[in-house]
């Protein structure tokens, strides 16, 4: 398999979860945690993407924004610029439900045809679960300086490609955002 990189962006100011979303406890493991073990069988090539001391209990690489409060962009620009891998899985700190099967599935269907690969489903495309190649520093260099940080206009802007996900699997790319979307979370699951 490729040698990938996964960058995790523990970023944001988790405002509506009114704490660390990365460290948000569901069925009694943080979020971050579950992230980590879907993505160990691949590689344990993992960086957190952080400007707090509250990940420093885990055995990785932590590396800080170069740009402050500038969103997933400044994280992806961040991870890129200090990974040593040309292909690099990112992904964001909410998503417990993602699975090895479909990270593996991401990497497989990625090739050097596209700069980005990203998942979508019925619902909308998830830019932060997505392979981004190191090819694109200088764009999200020019989009911060810039200040444009919408994920939707930095696809426009790269060669990419979207991969579908239908019916039960896109379960997975449930991000949680707040104490009621976690509560739903675990009601729905017992």
């Known amino acids: 398999m490729k040698k990938v990189t996964v960058s995790i962006l523990c970023g944001g100011k988790s ?54 409060d500038k969103g997933p962009i400044g994280g992806i620009y961040s991870a890129l610029v200090h990974s040593e891998s040309e292909i690099n899985l990112i992904l964001s700190c909410d998503i417990p439900l993602i699975s090895t099967e479909l ?18 489903d019925a619902n909308k495309i998830h830019p932060l679960i997505g392979i981004y190649s190191k090819k694109i520093i200088p764009i999200l260099k020019k989009a911060i300086e810039e200040n444009d940080l919408k994920m939707m206009r930095l696809l426009e802007k ?19 955002n707040s104490l009621a979307e976690l509560n739903e979370l675990n009601t729905n699951l017992y």
Do not use: C, W
Request: glycine share 4%.
């Open 15 to 68: 405002s509506r979860m009114q704490s660390e979303k990365g460290l948000v406890l569901f069925q009694g493991t943080p979020f971050i945690e579950h992230i980590i073990e879907a993505f160990l069988p691949i590689s344990n090539e993992i960086q957190l993407v952080t400007n707090t001391s509250d990940y420093d209990y885990l055995p990785y690489k932590k590396i800080k924004d170069i740009e402050l």
């Open 103 to 120: 990270l593996s599935e991401l990497i497989t269907k990625h090739t050097t045809d596209f700069d980005v690969s990203v998942f979508s």
């Open 158 to 176: 790269v060669n990419h490609q979207i991969i579908e996900v239908a019916g039960e699997r896109s379960e997975q790319f449930r991000n949680i």
